[in-house]
């Protein structure tokens, strides 16, 4: 290997061998990221592969990929755990706390400001025309977004078959939605250790295109850092803060509110999604719009996809939209606090169970996965998780059509299995020409996601304005 190695792509920098990298030029490149973090994990994992592995050539494609399938395995946003990940290998605890919370900000901010105005001025037409627009915005995203991860995770009838047996799992026989990714998970583990070839296709997101830039040209190198490898003591010290962290809050709100009070039923059922919740934001919008909706009933179908439109306009990842049924949720039982007050500390409990999670994930398994690197067994568990998650991302875009689309919604009962069928009468012309508009948009013409929720958004406000 030469002492300097050329440019991988035009504008890439090149460093010598052994080079440190200052921490303070890491704390610019992640607060870059953060800032340009739009269009949903598959947008937010691209640009960390460009600016990591193309531009900066901190990382080798390998082991970013790597990293990548083990944040896909976990429970939670697999953007913003594989940024706690990838700081963590570069920088040790600090670099991967930094990456992972610098990652999350711009987000919260943006979304309790919008949430704020969502509530205080929710009842003017430009307002309400603006959510009018964004959802059928956001159908058009999830739909591009089932498409897409169809197209690199169903390569073979196995592949479709996990992914049909997961659609109908969820959306007429009501099983669990972790069932249905453990299920996928042993399928394919299974495959994975008997050598299947079917199982064998690799993530769902993907990271880019073009020659492979190998991790032994990177400046982290192939070889594993010293600080990643495996120790338990390291492990069970930060695992044990971390855990402290994040569920104490949740006994002390369960021990002196009551389990009944919104803010312990808000800790207490983030909390369970932090463990439950796979497959990435998209899959886990369905399990939260289904409770959140159904059984506590904190917002309502058509609010839960304004608070996805607020999640798809602003940096971070998109199960940023939890703070957002939080924050309502306080906001209209907010017990003896003022509304507002109840809100803001209501987004900031939800924020906190969601993503604490997050980095004790990482920092207790990323030493171990770090050795496993090859290891076909998890790439088949991988892939079949992959798989599973179009069929409940498909659910997801049909149970958001159906609230978009028609103000009614009837359930009808099978043996064995329910069905929500729409009233065919209370079907919204408007939100249907606006959804076809979107959808031609993004499938036909290939516009960029933030013109498409611009367009649609301009759009709504002028139909709602009429």
């Known amino acids: 290997m030469s002492d300097v190695l050329p440019p991988s792509v035009p504008g890439a920098e090149v460093y010598q061998p052994g080079v440190t990298i200052p921490f303070s030029e890491a704390l610019k490149v992640w607060a870059r990221i953060a800032a340009l973090s739009f269009g949903g994990p598959a947008g937010q994992i691209a640009v960390m592969h460009r600016i990591l592995v193309e531009e900066k050539r901190w990382i080798g494609e390998h ?23 990838l700081g963590w290998l570069l920088h040790k605890t600090k670099g991967g706390m930094v990456a992972g919370l610098l990652f999350i900000l711009p987000g919260f901010v943006s979304i309790l400001a919008l949430s704020y105005l969502y509530v205080g001025l929710g009842h003017l037409d430009a307002i309400a025309g ?66 299947s070839p079917l199982f064998r296709v690799g993530g769902g997101h993907g990271a880019g295109k073009g020659p492979v830039f190998e991790d032994a040209h990177s400046l982290l190198g192939e070889t594993t850092p010293a600080h990643a490898r495996p120790n ?15 569920l104490v809050p949740v006994l002390a709100l369960v021990v002196f509110l009551g389990p009944e009070n919104v803010f312990s039923q808000i800790a207490i059922f983030f909390s369970q999604m932090a463990v439950v919740t796979f497959g990435g934001a998209y899959a886990v919008l369905a399990y939260v719009a289904q409770e959140a909706v159904q059984n506590y009933g904190w917002l309502m179908p058509g609010e839960m996809l304004d608070g996805l439109g607020m999640a798809e306009t602003t940096p971070g990842p998109l199960i940023m939209v939890v703070q957002f049924v939080g924050f309502l949720g306080a906001y209209r039982d907010p ?39 090859g290891n076909v067994a998890l790439t088949g568990a991988l892939s079949a998780v992959t798989a599973a998650v179009v069929g409940v991302i498909a659910n997801l875009a049909v149970w958001f059509a159906l609230h978009a689309l028609f103000a009614e919604i009837t359930v009808w009962q099978g043996p064995g299995f329910t069905l929500d069928v729409p009233a065919w009468a209370s079907i919204n012309p408007a939100a249907v020409v606006l959804t076809l508009a979107a959808v031609l948009a993004v499938f036909r013409f290939n516009i960029g996601t933030m013109w498409v929720l611009a367009g649609c958004a301009i759009a709504g406000v002028a139909w709602l304005s009429l």
């Open 63 to 85: 082991r970013f990929l790597h990293a990548l399938n083990y944040c896909m395995l976990l429970p939670g946003p697999e953007a913003q755990q594989l940024a706690v990940y």
């Open 130 to 195: 603006l959510f009018f627009g964004l959802k059928a915005a956001v159908l058009a995203i999830v739909l591009q977004a089932v498409v897409r991860i169809g197209k690199r995770a169903l390569k073979n009838q196995v592949m479709i078959g996990i992914a049909v047996a997961a659609f109908l799992a969820i959306f007429a026989f009501d099983i669990p939605f972790p069932l249905i990714i453990l299920a996928a998970a042993l399928i394919g583990y299974g495959g994975g250790r008997i050598g």
């Open 232 to 246: 338990l003591r390291w492990s069970l010290s930060i695992s044990g803060a971390l855990l402290a962290l994040w």
């Open 335 to 373: 017990g003896l606090l003022n509304p507002m007050v109840a809100a803001a500390l209501a987004a900031i409990l939800t924020t906190w169970v969601t993503f604490v999670p997050c980095f004790l994930w990482i920092f207790l398994g990323a030493p171990f996965i770090e050795q496993l690197r």
